[in-house]
């Protein structure tokens, strides 16, 4: 049965038996009451007649004095106190039925001896005879009313002894109930208490014995209870089952956490095999657990890396303040720089957050790249070698433009020298002819010849020319050097449109004679870059534009401004790039040129250029139309 | 009243030989003399015939009881006091038979529960108990003076020997004398306190003069 069952009969039976009991004691306890009244008014009435009975021996001695002294004045005393007498009997026989008879005998009896009593006031002669009849018969009444009065005395005590024992006796059957029913119940409670105990608590008790026991053993223990309340067999047989789920379950981690141990020690050898530098730091960048490869990292013991800040290690992950760097914690591939005091500085690291019992701790991979900047240092110095070389070569194949671009200038002033040298010796015969004083005429004469006013006009005009021609040379030969030259490490700002201007200068006889060159420069900004690279960059792109161009063809360059980088269009109607070669068009060393004509690098140059400067080329071409380059730069470069 | 002998302590002056003649005529010539002082509400004459069966007349003495004698019972009896009624005149009846002196009758009345109780004592010549009888009581319990060995419990006792039977409280009787009188202890405590206020009054009051004249 269940235990709800249990508790329903046991709080109805309880119900029920406290009602009969409350209902038996309230039914005693009335009767006693009703005793108790009784007993009460018995008592009154006894007390009472007492009362009376005192009155009435008052009443004698009075008439005794009557008597003795012969008072007549007493005789009126004495029928007040009879009055009274006859009063309280009165009053007594209203309470008691049962001695009524009497007391109305009593009543007539002592009318009688007042009517004795009355007939002496009136005697004249207190001597006479009758005085001793009167006192004769008041004696017999009095004697036999007092014979009444003790009867009636006896009775009212034994009445009210009566009552009063009945009183007591309902009392004691009250207390003998009370504690009858009071042990009963008691004993209820002591059976009940020991019929839960053995049939609920007991087997529930079993179980938590068991279940210790359970505890202290691997044996196979038995929970299951055949006896007690459903619920406790039911719970009985669940523990059961718990149990040997729990065992399972014991078993399966027990396994598991040999797997995991072994796997730990192989996660533990992996960690301390690889070259990578592990470190777990807490939420406040305290390091936790490291691998063995951070000691070589860090060139420290164990004992001097963990419970350190990280930051103390890796300046990068802590803040200003000193505090540690969550967000930088969890970036990837971030390269930064160890501790000054650490000889080989250099490092990449990956962060990321993991949670260990509900606390954020982060995972940090630590790369040593000392070796790859190494490298890499290496091979930008190649790639400079390397970009310088194509520069030259570039240098080399603009160079014959160059030298005919410079040889035209220097053409044309080396025939106004011999101009200007003629002049002067004409103008030095001149001033002979002047110093020496010659005839007016034969200076005028010779001034005609010469036609001096002519000289004297034209010498100014070829000394502009000349300076002309200097100039342009200046500015080629001052353009070639300034492209020739390396650029400085760090970027600067560059007018774009000037530097595409210069870049032209520079293919200007490479261009002219076959294409047909359309600017329109239109940017009008500034970037920040490397000039002498984007100047590499231009003119790598106008050279091959012209060396698509067969024998005539255009040439437009434009330079725009579009949201927030700069577009640089170099596009030209040449015959185009297949399809084919696209794919391949900025791959290192790949050229559709005869060998010794170019390096294959030019393009790959220019992206290189261009992802120095966060920017990118996109190139679109028609096979047999022509290609555009569109370099995209953007204006702010971090 | 010329017939009644007329006594009083004070008063009482008779020849030494006529101690013995006026007595006697009193007695011879008024058998039914009352005397002055009555110390019953009913004449006690019928009932000294009865204690004195014998006797063939009786003298009367009459003595004052007065504060003194009061106050020598109250050293005498402890506890037990004449009540304001007791006081006054009271008679001595002497039984005689012929010219011998048979005993004294002495009635006393003595409060009780149901009023006056008066009882009538015969006393012999050595002031003992001779014999006593109620006079007048209206209690029920009465018929104790039938029982003879409560009479036995009085009769030839004298004051001293009476007292024995005195509680501690001076009033009450002792079980010596209550067990004799079962059911009625109030009357047997009257009966005694009367007793000894009548041999002790007897002998305080009349005693001199009857050892005297008598």
Redesign the interface.
């Given at each position: 049965m269940k235990i709800s069952y249990y508790n329903q009969i046991i709080a109805v039976s309880t119900l029920f038996i406290g009602s009969c009991i409350f209902g038996f004691i309230w039914t005693k306890y009335q009767n006693v009451e009703f005793q108790s009244r009784i007993h009460y008014q018995s008592s009154i009435h006894s007390k009472s007649f007492q009362h009376f009975s005192s009155m009435y021996?008052i009443w004698?001695?009075t008439?005794?004095?009557f008597?003795?002294g012969k008072q007549a004045y007493l005789a009126g005393g004495i029928n007040k106190q009879t009055n009274i007498l006859l009063n309280e009997l009165n009053e007594l026989m209203r309470g008691s039925k049962e001695q009524t008879d009497e007391l109305k005998q009593l009543m007539t009896l002592i009318k009688q001896n007042d009517k004795t009593i009355s007939s002496l006031v009136t005697l004249e002669n207190q001597p006479d005879q009758k005085w001793?009849i009167a006192?004769?018969k008041s004696?017999s009444i009095?004697?036999s009313t007092?014979?009444m009065i003790?009867k009636l005395e006896q009775d009212y005590i034994q009445q009210e002894l009566q009552f009063s024992n009945k009183h007591k006796i309902a009392i004691n059957k009250l207390k003998a109930w009370v504690s009858g029913l009071i042990g009963i119940y008691l004993l209820m409670i002591i059976f009940g208490t020991r019929w839960i105990s053995k049939n609920i608590v007991k087997p529930l008790e079993n179980i938590t014995h068991i279940a210790n026991k359970q505890l202290d053993t691997e044996e196979d223990i038995e929970f299951v209870q055949h006896h007690g309340p459903q619920e406790v067999i039911e719970l009985s047989e669940t523990i059961q089952n718990l149990t040997q789920h729990i065992k399972l379950e014991i078993t399966k981690a027990e396994l598991q956490r040999k797997n995991a141990d072994e796997a730990n020690k192989r996660i533990s050898s992996i960690m301390n095999s690889v070259p990578t530098s592990i470190i777990l730091v807490n939420d406040h960048g305290v390091i936790k657990e490291i691998n063995k490869a951070v000691n070589k990292l860090f060139e420290a013991d164990e004992n001097e890396i963990l419970n350190k800040k990280i930051g103390v290690f890796l300046p990068i992950l802590a803040m200003v303040n000193g505090q540690f760097d969550k967000n930088s914690a969890t970036k990837t591939m971030q390269e930064g720089i160890l501790a000054s005091s650490i000889k080989k500085p250099y490092i990449e690291y990956s962060g990321c957050l993991v949670s260990i019992f509900g606390e954020n701790h982060y995972l940090i991979a630590i790369s040593d790249i000392n070796g790859r900047k190494h490298d890499q240092l290496a091979l930008s110095q190649l790639n400079q070698q390397l970009l310088h070389a194509e520069k030259m070569a570039s240098i080399g194949q603009l160079a014959a433009g160059i030298a005919h671009e410079i040889n035209n200038p220097v053409g044309y002033i080396q025939s106004n020298i011999e101009i200007l040298t003629e002049y002067y010796e004409i103008i030095m015969a001149f001033k002979s002819l002047v110093i020496e004083n010659s005839p007016s005429n034969e200076i005028k004469k010779f001034y005609q010849e010469q036609d001096l006013d002519y000289i004297f006009n034209d010498i100014e005009a070829v000394i502009k020319s000349c300076q002309e021609g200097t100039g342009r040379v200046s500015k080629i030969i001052k353009d070639l050097g300034s492209y020739a030259h390396q650029d400085n490490e760090k970027m600067e700002p560059v007018k774009i449109d000037e530097l595409i201007n210069k870049s032209l200068v520079l293919v200007a006889n490479e261009l002219k004679y076959k294409v047909e060159l359309i600017t329109q420069l239109e940017a009008s900004s500034v970037i920040f870059g490397y000039p002498q690279k984007l100047q590499q960059v231009f003119i790598n792109l106008l050279v091959n534009a012209s060396h698509a161009i067969e024998s005539s063809g255009k040439v437009w360059i434009t330079s725009k401004l579009v949201d927030s980088e700069v577009n640089i269009s170099i596009k030209d109607n040449g015959h185009g790039i297949s399809s084919e070669n696209m794919k391949k068009l900025f791959d290192p060393f790949f050229t559709t040129k005869p060998v010794g004509k170019g390096t294959g690098l030019g393009l790959h140059i220019v992206s290189s250029i261009l992802e120095e400067h966060n920017g990118h080329i996109t190139v679109s071409s028609t096979l047999g139309q022509g290609t555009e380059f569109i370099l995209h730069l953007p204006l702010t470069n971090h | 009243m010329a017939l009644k002998a007329v006594y009083s302590e004070h008063k009482y002056v008779i020849g030494f030989n006529m101690k013995f003649i006026f007595p006697l005529l009193v007695v011879l010539y008024l058998p039914n003399t009352y005397a002055d002082a009555f110390c019953a509400?009913?004449?006690p004459v019928a009932q000294i015939k009865i204690l004195y069966p014998t006797k063939t007349n009786q003298l009367s003495i009459v003595k004052q009881i007065d504060e003194g004698v009061r106050q020598q019972v109250k050293t005498a009896l402890p506890n037990n006091d004449l009540h304001f009624?007791e006081l006054g005149k009271h008679t001595l009846y002497i039984a005689l038979q012929g010219q011998e002196k048979l005993g004294y009758i002495h009635v006393r009345?003595e409060?009780s529960?149901?009023?006056?109780v008066e009882i009538i004592w015969a006393i012999d010549k050595d002031y003992r108990i001779k014999d006593f009888a109620f006079q007048?009581c209206?209690?029920?319990k009465k018929k104790l003076i039938d029982n003879q060995l409560f009479k036995n419990m009085f009769i030839g006792k004298n004051l001293v020997e009476l007292k024995t039977y005195l509680a501690n409280d001076g009033v009450t009787a002792n079980q010596t004398l209550l067990k004799i009188a079962p059911g009625a202890p109030e009357l047997a405590n009257v009966v005694l306190r009367c007793a000894l206020k009548t041999l002790l009054l007897t002998q305080l009051v009349w005693k001199e003069e009857l050892d005297k004249n008598f």
């Open positions: 021996q004698l001695t008439q005794d004095l008597f003795s001793h006192i004769e004696d009095t004697s007092i014979i003790e | 509400l009913r004449d009624g009345s409060q529960k149901w009023g006056i007048r209206r209690s029920p």
